[in-house]
T-cell receptor, first 113, second 114 residues
Framework: QQQVKQSPQSLIVQKGGISIINCAYENTAFDYFPWYQQFPGKGPALLIAIRPDVSEKKEGRFTISFNKSAKQFSLHIMDSQPGDSATYFCAASVDSGNTPLVFGKGTRLSVIA | NAGVMQNPRHLVRRRGQEARLRCSPMKGHSHVYWYRQLPEEGLKFMVYLQKENIIDESGMPKERFSAEFPKEGPSILRIQQVVRGDSAAYFC????????????FGSGTRLTVV
């Protein structure tokens, strides 16, 4: 049973465009939602995270939008750059991050000039 | 700060051999977590350890897999009698607290079973 469903599997965006990656979850007990960025040959690195008490969180060009009623959250990358080309994973955890993270399957983003 | 160090980066084992993966956490971090990433899949939690203690092994396969984090030295993930299905990237993460947010991941060990 996949608890966090991520889409799309792959995404190609023009330089300067907006990249949007979506995740949906089933477990209403999830209360911590991070996004990780992974470059080839490297481990995932925490990009940005949100808790359900807010509907949006922005850090630089990266924004998480959170819809509690729909049980969905998304990552928006504004002004996408070739250096943003990586695999992005959404994840979720229960109890404010006191339980292991449940990851989506990942989205491979390619930003082309 | 050297970050989370994993070695080896790549490991090739024949079916039936043992694989030993090592992880040294970041300086000052006493909590270690192991995740496995199968091809085209997200990471899946395996085990959470503190020094000399296994705190949560709910994601560990029941057979052939074991983990330890001794008082001195790195954490070790051991896979006995490896099979082709064990081929994956194994990531270790560490944190200064026992919470599962704010992980710092290592670069992983890519295990190939031939």
């Amino acid at each position: 049973q996949q608890q966090v469903k991520q889409s799309p599997q792959s995404l190609i965006v023009q330089k300067g465009g907006i990249s949007i990656i979506n995740c949906a979850y089933e477990n209403t007990a999830f209360d911590y939602f991070p996004w990780y960025q992974q470059f080839p040959g490297k481990g995932p690195a925490l990009l940005i995270a949100i808790r359900p008490d807010v509907s949006e969180k922005k850090e630089g060009r990266f924004t998480i939008s959170f819809n509690k009623s729909a049980k969905q959250f998304s990552l928006h990358i504004m002004d996408s750059q070739p250096g943003d080309s990586a695999t992005y994973f959404c994840a979720a955890s229960v109890d404010s991050g006191n339980t292991p993270l449940v990851f989506g399957k990942g989205t491979r983003l390619s930003v082309i000039a | 700060n050297a970050g989370v160090m994993q070695n080896p980066r790549h490991l090739v084992r024949r079916r039936g051999q043992e694989a030993r993966l090592r992880c040294s956490p970041m300086k000052g971090h006493s909590h270690v977590y192991w995740y496995r990433q199968l091809p085209e899949e997200g990471l899946k939690f395996m085990v959470y350890l503190q020094k000399e203690n296994i705190i949560d092994e709910s994601g560990m396969p029941k057979e052939r897999f074991s983990a330890e984090f001794p008082k001195e030295g790195p954490s070790i993930l051991r896979i006995q009698q490896v099979v082709r299905g064990d081929s994956a990237a194994y990531f270790c993460a560490s944190s200064p607290t026992g919470q599962h947010y704010g992980y710092t991941f290592g670069s992983g060990t890519r295990l190939t079973v031939v």
